[in-house]
């Protein structure tokens, strides 16, 4: 049977497993296959790190059907490859995927990879390539992280923080399953370049191996039609890393022809906290200079815990009788609010196309049927379903918000822009409110400290300089300083929105 027939049936095969599970189920288990095309790419620019007389020992930890080992079957010729192994812990796969490669030289146990023992250095691969399940650290039980945990540690010798999802582990722990120079290929979830538990995974890549390449793809072209989740592949070598060595970062098109390309010095790579700004966006600089948090004390907007239930518009309010003490004005979601100038009437209220209030109110609730007979009414109608939610229940009274007050700017926590941000819109808007609404979490409030403060306060207009100089901080900024998600998705919390580059307030405030 030749591989072009056998992979025909494993694409069938893989269709009809997927069939047998529902999306929700796939998705806990991480459970998101490999297209073809794509594990040939990966497996074809691995066996270009590998010398040509260096044996062929396979590995997939998380085999699933072996769209990996299919396509190294497409791309070596079978006398090449001295050993193949993989693991699926998945029954449901499992037992299909054995009957399928039933006729080659592939040895898969079906069982857990993280509770397996690997064999003698002899058998030790040379060549290992993985997509892991892609697990959430909240659907890992406390024991299974403090065993994972122990596991990677005594694998690779760094320790794993508390929120790292289980492809973490199984990329670290591969490390005791590699031959001295072997190659690793890991498709994985471009968010560890990024987020705080990623901080032991890069840790790992600069200093127990020679980290070689990372591809991330346009955030724009999901891998992974059912993942809304942006991918990269890392490429590593099990070997100390040499002096003076670089990293190739690359980005968007294919492995083998990327959009962008770029070296970057891995000791550079040690105190950078956003790897995503490469290779896209301007190295970091060198010298300490003003940043955003130095002008702003910066939060994320409120959290009501059902916005549909405390948001409305002024006229549905007053259609409910509710009193005006209760009501705060309420910037509208970035979608509905093209306006990045925010005036006010002489209450307050932003002149906007879609004007909103917040319901806010801090009566006991015996004072509240007393006195506001409406509100009592309408807030008995959200006890059913709106009361006992996490926010609500932790609130006394339930229905009392956070405490934001209106911020004179406002940048958006959120947004979409074109291809790896070098077309389109810009992910991030900045807006100068002269109103005195607040805002829900979909944006970020900028509140400026005593310096600025002072200067704004003696100098009328200056708060149009500066938005006006906010406005001009470039798109890739923002971007390397935030995160971004699969379908390019891009989000800015309010650290990151502070560790950028604030030159030009200090600027404006220089006599």
Known sequence: MTIESVEARRIVLQAALDAGKSPAERNRLGQFATPFALARDIVTSSLGMLSPDQPVRFLDPAIGTGAFYSALRATLPAERIAEAAGFEIDPHHGHSTAALWATTPLRLAIADFTTATPPPDG??????????????????????KARLRQAAEEASGIRMAGLAGLYTYFLTLSHAWMADDGVAAWLIPSEFMDVAYGEPVKRYLLSRVTLTRIHRFDPGDVQFG???VSSAVVWFRRAPPPPGHEVA??????LATPQVRRKVAARDLVEETKWTRH??????????????GDFFRIQRGLATGDNRFFIMTREAAAARGLPDQVLVPVLPSPRHLPETEIAADLEGHPLITRPLVLLDCRLA???????????????????????GRYLCAH???????????AAPFVCTYMGRTGSGGRTGSAPFRFILNRSRATAANVYLLMYPKPQLQAALDAHPGLDRRVWEMLRTIGP???????????????????????????????????P
């Open 226 to 228: 059912d993942a809304l």
């Open 476 to 510: 890739e900024d923002l971007m390397g300083e935030g995160r971004v998600y699969g379908g390019g998705l891009y989000k800015l919390e309010p650290k990151e929105l502070a560790r950028v580059e604030g030159g030009g307030i200090a600027a404006l405030l220089t």
């Open 249 to 254: 970062f690359t980005f968007g098109g294919s």
């Open 395 to 405: 609130r006394t009274p339930w229905y009392a918000q956070e405490t934001r007050a």
């Open 279 to 292: 290779p896209l966006g301007p190295p970091r600089r060198s010298e300490t200079g003003p940043v955003l």
């Open 365 to 387: 609730e015996a004072e509240v049927r007393t006195r506001h007979p409406a509100l009592w009414a309408y807030l008995q109608s959200g006890v059913p379903h709106v009361s």
């Open 123 to 144: 058998g030790l691969a040379t060549l290992v390539v993985c997509n892991p399940p892609y697990v959430r650290h909240h659907h890992l039980s406390r024991d299974d």
